[in-house]
């Protein structure tokens, strides 16, 4: 194999990445490379979501984006979603409405919440249904998640309304 | 307790007790990615392993020449079954299955040989340079050919794995209506998120191993690897990694052995992760299975006799498929009663691929039947399908077809009846031109002048825990000291939340907030599988009665000091009160400081028996019911459809942890949607044709509708909590709820799950 050395930048850290083979997936050196390994890999052909991260604030499915390709680019893991060690909105929401089973499709769910939210912040249901259609969960019938992501676009409409009175 | 739509449970901020939903203990972890699944576990110096499979579904292993495979740098180790030092073969029930085929491959997907070494690259590169030489034999995938002994046997055990009839009453009774169906069940899988994982270290001496697994059995695997490995059960310890999901697939052995053999061989720890590709090879299925049956009734409606005749292909290995086809044909009748049964069950061998346990464990299949009958009975006699099935109801003291009495709290009637008073969904006309609500979706290929809607029901009983004299038990440890207690039990938590009942359990009876859960090991006692719903009550009835062992001791202690009766003492809140004396009160955490108190107790269910051969005996535990309405809109043009709506009342005992409950409820209802409308692992010539996520379908949140559910709360007094399982009653008469809402919509007959567009479209 043709090793590689380059770096990658994740969660605002600059993350060397030594020997790597040429093929690897993101997915692969964040996991087995750079220890991160909040994201799963589930399906490795992109019809899961689990290993859903973004790169440069879109969100993609990291087994399906090559490593090395990835350099110079901002990557968020399901590691840095939230600021310093607490928990995200949605993260609290999945915890506090049973949105979490097992657990395997959570870290990519949020992923994929936190950037349905930011595109479209007010989401109907509908939309919201769409926009995590790509993250399969096997465990909880989807009823708990829909919930948690619900509870969090009227959380911060009711704290941006606050904030604008 | 109603649970409509999305009404939110409030989750308990306090450290819950039973009744309440406190937040999971490892959901913090689990949003924020640290949490511990086995495919995150790695050790200093660990090799990958994987596993070479047979290309055939038949054939004869002339040659294996492993010399390819040592000339490529990195490899470490090649194993085949000449490499296995003790029992050749392992299986859950019976031990008929290799942990490498030594002289026949039976299914595609076999494993041959397996390799160690420094990528998994590595490893693709030495399994493709291991050369096999097959000779190609002739198949079977017909299992009514394996059921009239017309092919030659395929394994040393024979071509047929049970065949158990049950008859009961009068053979000749009958009634002025006879309504009669085939019905046939496709191959479904569990398809849990989290792919098998072990990583195993070996012991310096060689003589041992530790592994961390994700399995729903951790003494079971023990066993079956001990006995492989030719080590003492001892040497062998076993961590549950953490479990993304199981659903029946982890029960039997799939990594484990080989895991173990790699790790042994090399002298260093090893870890083995399947792809999903590979997971699908790798695992046991639901089996599919054709069942016929002649329900006979008077003009009213009411059954008479009911005659089936089911044929369960179980694929190359026995794995659980004899306890699944007693399951099978022990609720033939479904929840209602019935005389009068003549029923004959196979459960067959064939090079078709394993199958084993999934979640409804063969009444998923026998209610597909049932159901599917009840509406043709309904039709005959003119009622309705909710009347029909009130009509024939069982109740609790009602004897089965095998002769069993239900023991059982059995509110089938109010199970419908509360199912049939949940309010129906806005109407087509009133749900608007949102294209996301139609079948097919955003795709825009229905148009509302097509969609007719259906609505179906199902109705079903599941028995709990394991049957037919199975000495079945769950073991835990309680430690009391200063106010803490310590949990340590085996219970494979795969996802269901048994950490948060087992707490809530502590909690109540000892008057303690902090529970302290230890990791789940063979360092304590088996727990049995979580499986068979029976967790909540094997368990959950350990934790309860070790916990209420050490509460006594803890009772005697205080009552000793305070020179009192210890049965005047009861736990109010976080203190010991006397009950005569209100005012005589100390806390928990100060009447156990000192020294600990530390218990361990077993927990068994009542014993059962095995069926005799007219299929007659108390072979079950206990049951629990359910009951469905499905509303569907169908393409009658296109055959596509959108399920948009499922109505439930399930009867629960007592709901220990409500949004636990609800979770099992939505999530049982997703996978008996998928084997209704889209989950079927496609077999053609014993080939797997769809063993990956782009052609095995799954329900994603688009496919699933919304869920109004009831729980039916009546204490059943068999339960230690009064609480029944609740994860299996979900996946099954949701299956043909939906089909008869299809069937509704369409006016005419479908025979099959799953339903496809050429079902709805071409058969008239």
């Not at chain 1, 605002?12 to 220890?35: K, Q, W």
């Not at chain 2, 070479?52 to 090649?78: C, M, N, Q």
């Not at chain 2, 064939?350 to 043709?376: I, L, T, Y």
């Not at chain 2, 148009?447 to 000495?471: P, Q, T």
Request: charged content about 20%; proline content about 5%; glycine content about 10%.
């Amino acid at each position: 194999m043709i090793a590689e050395h380059y770096s990658l930048t994740v969660n605002g850290t600059s993350c060397e990445v030594r020997d790597a083979g040429v093929g690897e997936s993101l997915l692969y050196v964040l996991r087995e490379r750079l220890g991160f390994t909040g994201p799963k890999g589930a399906c490795e052909e992109g019809e899961c979501g689990s290993c859903s991260v973004t790169v440069d604030g879109t969100l993609v499915c990291s087994c399906l984006v090559l490593s090395a390709a990835s350099v110079g680019r901002e990557i968020v893991t399901i590691e840095g979603v939230a600021a310093g060690d607490g928990l995200s909105d949605v993260q609290t929401a999945f915890v506090e409405t049973g949105a979490v089973q097992c657990g395997f499709c959570t870290p990519g769910l949020i992923m994929a919440a936190h950037s349905l939210l930011e595109a479209n912040p007010d989401p109907t249901e509908s939309e919201l249904r769409e926009a995590l259609s790509g993250n399969i969960c096997r465990c909880t019938g989807y009823g708990r998640i829909i919930e948690a992501v619900q509870q969090v676009a009227v959380r911060r409409r009711d704290s941006r309304s606050g904030a604008a009175t | 307790m109603s649970l409509v739509g999305t009404a939110t449970i409030a989750p308990s901020m306090r450290p819950g007790r039973l009744g309440d939903s406190p937040l999971r203990p490892d959901g913090g972890a689990k949003v924020q990615g640290s949490f511990a699944f086995t495919s995150d576990l790695n050790a200093e110096g660990a090799l990958w392993g994987a596993t070479l499979r047979s290309p055939h579904p038949y054939a004869r292993i002339v040659a294996i020449d492993v010399s390819p495979a040592w000339k490529i740098a990195g490899v470490e180790a090649i194993i085949t079954a000449d490499d296995v030092p003790g029992q050749l073969l392992y299986g859950l029930i019976s031990a008929d299955q290799p942990v490498f085929a030594h002289d026949v491959v039976r299914y595609v997907g076999e494993p041959v040989a397996a390799v160690a070494a420094d990528h998994p690259e590595t490893c693709r590169r030495a399994l493709a340079a291991i050369v096999v030489t097959y000779e190609t034999l002739d198949p079977l995938v017909d299992a009514e050919r394996a059921v009239d002994g017309s092919h030659p046997a395929i394994h040393p055990d024979g071509n047929v794995i049970r065949h158990q009839r049950v008859d009961c009453g009068d053979p000749d009774a009958t009634g002025p209506i006879v309504v009669e169906g085939t019905y046939e069940i496709g191959m479904q899988d569990q398809a849990f998120l989290g792919l098998e994982a072990a990583l195993a270290l070996p012991d310096h001496d060689g003589g041992g191993v530790e592994m961390y697994v994700a399995t729903q059995w951790l003494h079971e695997d023990r066993k079956q690897i001990a006995a492989c490995l030719d080590l003492p059960e001892e040497r062998i310890r076993l961590t549950l990694g953490g479990v993304g999901g199981a659903f029946g697939a982890r029960e039997d052995i799939s990594l484990q052995v080989h895991t173990c053999l790699l790790a042994l061989k090399t002298g260093r720890p090893v870890r083995i992760h399947y792809d999903r590709h590979e997971s699908f090879l790798g695992h046991v299925h639901r089996h599919p299975a054709t069942i016929w049956m002649r329900h006979h009734a008077t003009a009213d409606g009411e059954i008479v006799k009911i005659e089936s005749r089911m044929v369960f292909d179980g694929g190359a290995y026995a794995s659980t498929s004899s306890a699944v086809l007693v399951n099978a044909v022990t609720h033939t009748q479904g929840p209602y009663r019935c005389a009068n049964a003549v029923v004959d069950g196979w459960v067959v061998r064939s090079n078709n691929p394993p199958c084993g346990a999934m979640r409804g464990f063969g009444v998923v299949q026998a209610c597909f039947a049932h159901e599917s009958q009840m509406d043709k009975l309904a039709a005959a006699a003119g009622l309705d399908p909710v009347e029909i099935r009130l009509r024939n109801a069982m109740v609790t003291g009602d004897r089965l077809i095998t002769g069993q009495i239900v023991e059982s709290v059995a509110p089938v009637a109010r199970c419908i009846r509360e199912t049939a008073a949940l309010p129906m969904p806005a109407s087509l006309d009133e749900q608007g031109d949102d294209l996301m609500r139609m079948p097919g979706g955003a795709g825009r290929t229905a148009d509302v002048s097509h969609i007719r809607r259906g609505v179906g029901w199902g109705v079903a009983i599941k028995n709990l825990m394991y049957s037919e004299a199975f000495d079945d038990y769950s073991t835990a440890r309680c430690r009391l000291a200063d106010g803490v207690a310590t949990l340590e039990f085996a219970t494979s938590e795969v996802g269901q939340g048994f950490i948060t009942i087992a707490a809530q359990i502590a909690r109540t009876v000892l008057g303690v907030d902090d529970v302290v859960l230890e990791p789940i090991s063979t360092n304590v006692g088996s727990a049995g599988s979580t499986s068979a719903s029976r967790q909540t009550w094997m368990s959950g009835g350990a934790v309860d009665a070790v916990c209420r062992k050490v509460r006594d001791l803890l009772f005697a202690r205080v009552a000793e000091q305070w020179s009192l009766d210890p049965l005047r003492l009861v736990i109010d809140g976080n203190e010991v009160v006397d009950s005569l004396d209100a005012r005589r009160r100390v806390t928990v955490a100060e009447a156990s400081s000192g020294s600990p108190i530390d218990e361990t107790m077993e927990y068994r269910h009542r014993p059962t028996v095995p069926l005799d051969e007219r299929g007659q005996g108390d072979c079950h535990t206990a049951f629990a019911f359910v009951a469905h309405r499905a509303v569907v809109d169908v393409d009658v043009e296109l055959g596509l459809i959108k399920v948009v709506q499922i109505a439930t009342a399930q009867d629960v005992g007592v709901a220990l942890n409500p949004l636990s409950v609800l979770g099992q409820i939505e999530g049982g209802i997703a996978q008996g949607l998928g084997l209704a409308v889209m989950e079927e692992i496609v077999v053609r010539d014993g080939l797997i044709r769809n063993a990956s996520f782009t052609d095995y379908l799954l329900p994603t949140m688009l496919d699933m509708p919304d869920v109004i559910a009831t729980l039916i709360e009546e204490p059943d007094p068999q339960a230690p909590m009064g609480a029944k399982g609740v994860g299996e009653p979900p996946c099954i008469s949701v299956t043909p709820a939906i089909v008869a809402a299809i069937r509704d919509a369409i006016g005419h007959d479908l025979t099959r799950v799953p339903v496809r567009p050429f079902d709805i479209v071409l058969t008239k």
